[in-house]
């Protein structure tokens, strides 16, 4: 059974930064495509960053230059190193992969950006 377990999330002051980390079990991330989605309130679940198998990357265009998503084979995680963090980061992240045709979720950590 897949499960995805996000942690690092937190409160952080406008131009802090944070590292979140989505760690997995079942299933091997250096072979799937693995994303961080986040959601804020009232809006659609996003897209903030992927990275295939590979190891070749995409940003959404409000993460570009602040965001890294990188991968450590060795502990089987995905991280999410955020710097220069704004308050319209504000957010609930989520850890997504896709293994043998089915999708899975991690279970979300908040992340907060205020001062």
């Known amino acids: 059974q897949v499960q995805l377990v996000e942690s690092g999330g937190g409160l952080v002051q406008p131009g802090g930064s944070l590292r979140l980390s989505c760690a997995a079990s079942?299933?091997?991330?250096?072979?799937?495509?693995v994303g961080w989605y986040r959601q804020a309130p009232g809006e659609q679940r996003e897209l903030v960053a992927f990275?295939?198998?590979?190891?070749?990357?995409n940003y959404a265009d409000s993460v570009k230059g602040r965001f890294t998503i990188s991968r450590d084979n060795a502990k089987n995680t995905v991280y999410l190193q955020m710097n220069s963090l704004k308050p319209e980061d504000t957010a609930v992240y989520y850890c997504?992969?896709?293994?043998?045709?089915?999708?899975?979720w991690g279970q979300g950590t908040q992340v907060t950006v205020s001062s």
């Open positions: 997504y992969t896709r293994s043998q045709n089915y999708d899975y």
């Open positions: 079942g299933t091997r991330l250096s072979i799937n495509a």
């Open positions: 990275i295939i198998s590979s190891g070749s990357t």
